[in-house]
């Protein structure tokens, strides 16, 4: 439901850029709240009196939804549930990524530590595939940043290998293996 007024849009294709995040949202059943003016159609004098006579309780509902979207660090934060993520929804790489909609940024995160624990294993799949040569000590100091950036446990590296090979990440893992044998 959107119209011109000022206030809120429960349907993600009202939605000026980032499609396809919102799609998949969509498709997954998750209500997304979000803010607009059409000023287009709305003269500025008609928008300030509609925003004047909107009830206190639904501008203070706003304002703690909102503050409720801000992290620890002041980063904006959209929060999905781990079943956003996956094959048919937003790959795992994306949980602690910046994106874009409109011309707003927001990390994309997810409470759950599993989902978080694929990303891990696919963003070191990919930093350290994207290397020649990885020493034990790069793959320490990759391990801890990309670990603290998803609020995980700092892993050991046979830990790491260990998760590799259950997810079937047969380059990381064999990285790995060679990196605890030197």
Partial sequence: MTDDRVGFSHAPDAVQGGAKIFGVLKGAAITVHHFFLKVSKVSREVLEKRIDNRPPEQDEW?????????????????????????????????????????????????????????AFLDRLDQRMGSRRQVTRQDAGELITRLALQLRLEIPDLSRVRSGAERTGLSGLEAQLARLENE
């Avoid at 706003?62 to 660090?73: E, L, T």
């Avoid at 048919?88 to 995160?109: D, L």
């Fill in 62 to 118: 706003v304002r703690r939804w909102c503050k409720d979207r801000i992290d620890d660090d002041g980063t904006w934060s959209v929060s999905l549930p781990s079943s956003a993520f996956g094959e048919k929804g937003i790959p795992f790489s994306r949980i602690g990524s910046y994106r874009m909609a409109g011309s707003r940024f927001f990390r994309v995160w997810c409470p759950e530590e599993t989902p978080r624990k694929h």
